[in-house]
């Protein structure tokens, strides 16, 4: 078998940069019973029926060992006009919900009320993806609402532009 080839990380991270991604923030409770999110770009679509999406999280990020207990979770999509949240659920905050509106839902989670779609979600499983791990959701419920999705593109966050 070949050995895997050693690639420059930042020169890997510039290349799949070159596709663009939407912006989500990923809430849930914690273990003291505090609501806490992760800004997440590799969120996608996967599955109709049943009704499934995914996100890949880094094993070393702070929120991980939640995922792996397998807590609820709320995908949020952020729109063009929530990139100052996007910043904020991304640095290592000691209370990263300060000043966001939240709300309630089927799960033990909260939304970001001004979020542009939301995805309530069981784990329905965790898989291992090298130094990530792979979080399936199971969709128990969502809704959208009008809104230009927030874009992350070769590091920096854009707005869509049509053709
Ligand atoms: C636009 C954007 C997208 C991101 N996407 C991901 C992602 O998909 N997976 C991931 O592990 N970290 C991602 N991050 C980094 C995390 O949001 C960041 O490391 C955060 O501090 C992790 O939170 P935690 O320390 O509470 O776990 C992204 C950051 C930004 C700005």
């Not at 690639?7 to 596709?19: H, I, T, V, W």
């Not at 109709?48 to 070393?60: N, R």
């Not at 709300?103 to 779609?117: C, F, N, S, Y």
Request: charged residues 20%.
């Amino acid at each position: 078998m070949l050995d895997a080839p050693m690639f420059d990380p930042k020169d890997l991270r510039n290349a799949f940069g070159c596709l663009p991604t939407g912006v989500t923030v990923v809430s849930m409770i914690d273990e003291a019973g505090k609501p806490t999110g992760v800004t997440v770009g590799s969120f996608t679509s996967l599955s109709m029926s049943p009704a499934l999406c995914l996100f890949s999280l880094g094993k070393a990020q702070a929120s991980a060992r939640l995922f792996k207990e397998g807590v609820p979770f709320v995908v949020n999509v952020l729109s063009t006009e929530l990139a100052d949240l996007a910043w904020q659920f991304a640095k290592p905050l000691e209370d990263k919900c300060e000043g966001v509106a939240l709300a309630e839902t089927l799960v033990q989670a909260p939304r970001l009320k001004d979020a542009i779609a939301h995805f309530a979600c069981h784990a329905h499983a965790i898989h291992d993806g090298g130094d990530h791990i792979i979080v399936v959701g199971e969709i128990l419920d969502y809704d959208h609402t009008e809104g230009d999705a927030l874009i992350f593109y070769r590091g920096q966050m854009q707005a869509p532009a049509p053709l």
